[in-house]
């Protein structure tokens, strides 16, 4: 199928398991491969309003600068089994289905990024905790998520992210959201904060970029200066750039100059060997 909303850029929509929601949008560069991936996942709070639409553009424009793009779809907060553990479920089983389709789109596995944007960003890092996530965790949950065999990322993107779960529950984020993603408090289900917040999960053992405007009214910029510290205390890598004056949504519209910046540092990540 061809994006609408993107003319002339092949998309194939594809299933990565059996449900409607189970499935991605895959964009291929034109030279030949084997590609870098970049795996993209939308925000909007986890809840089911919002869909991989809000990604659409970085999809294009990173594709035509030499990306392969795995955007996704995954149960969210208003769908049947969306919410904990369903959403994490979903996106951790999108990024291994990458596995079954390297060979066929030429992929290059050993280049894997994630890049998630607002409550993304709490997803794109939590993958990248993931293969770890067995050994870091006890408790009788974690099973739901269980790491092993999980596909390892190079490295990880937050634009604007939710990426301490404690942090968003305290500070009432998206109407509380997290509460609602989790299904209650850090008090009333620690051991689910604990499996889910990458602040929670470091250190996260790959390289990290947190991007974030200062004129951010939905997320804070101190969500993302707090991880940094405490990523970087426990030496985690780290780039953490602050964009002046710029809000929420200019971080994923591909015509600002916030892009611009955002897509040199993927490309840059996406290198790294």
């Given at each position: ?182 299904g209650g408090s850090p008090d009333d289900v620690p051991e689910r904060y604990h499996l ?33 510290a405490r990523a970087r205390a426990v030496g985690d890598r780290l780039t953490l750039v ?32």
């Amino acid at each position: 199928m061809t994006d609408p909303s993107s003319p002339g850029a092949p998309v194939m929509r594809l299933s990565y398991g059996p449900l409607p929601l189970h499935f991605g949008e895959l964009r291929l560069p034109s030279a030949p491969g084997p590609h870098a991936v970049a795996v993209l996942i939308h925000g909007g709070f986890w809840r089911n309003p919002y869909d991989l639409s809000l990604m659409h553009g970085l999809a294009e424009d990173l594709t035509a600068h030499g990306l392969a793009t795995w955007n996704i779809e995954y149960r969210r907060l208003g769908d049947d089994g969306g919410g904990w553990p369903g959403t994490l479920q979903d996106v951790a089983q999108a990024v291994d289905a990458l596995r079954q389709m390297a060979r066929s789109y030429h992929l290059d596995l050993e280049r894997l990024v994630s890049v998630g944007h607002s409550a993304g960003g709490q997803l794109a890092l939590w993958l990248a905790a993931r293969p770890h996530l067995g050994q870091r965790v006890a408790g009788p949950e974690r099973a739901l998520l269980a790491g092993e065999g999980a596909l390892p990322l190079q490295g990880a993107v937050s634009l604007a992210g939710v990426i301490d779960l404690e942090a968003g529950w305290r500070r009432h984020l998206g109407r509380d959201a997290v509460s609602e993603l989790l299904g209650g408090s850090p008090d009333d289900v620690p051991e689910r904060y604990h499996l889910a917040s990458p602040a929670a999960l470091l250190p996260l053992g790959v390289p990290q970029i947190l991007i974030h405007g200062t004129a951010d009214d939905r997320v804070p910029v101190e969500i993302s200066r707090d991880y940094a510290a405490r990523a970087r205390a426990v030496g985690d890598r780290l780039t953490l750039v602050e964009l002046s004056g710029v809000d929420h949504f200019a971080l994923i519209d591909p015509h600002s100059s916030a892009w611009q910046t955002t897509r040199e540092l993927v490309l840059s990540l996406s290198r790294r060997r």
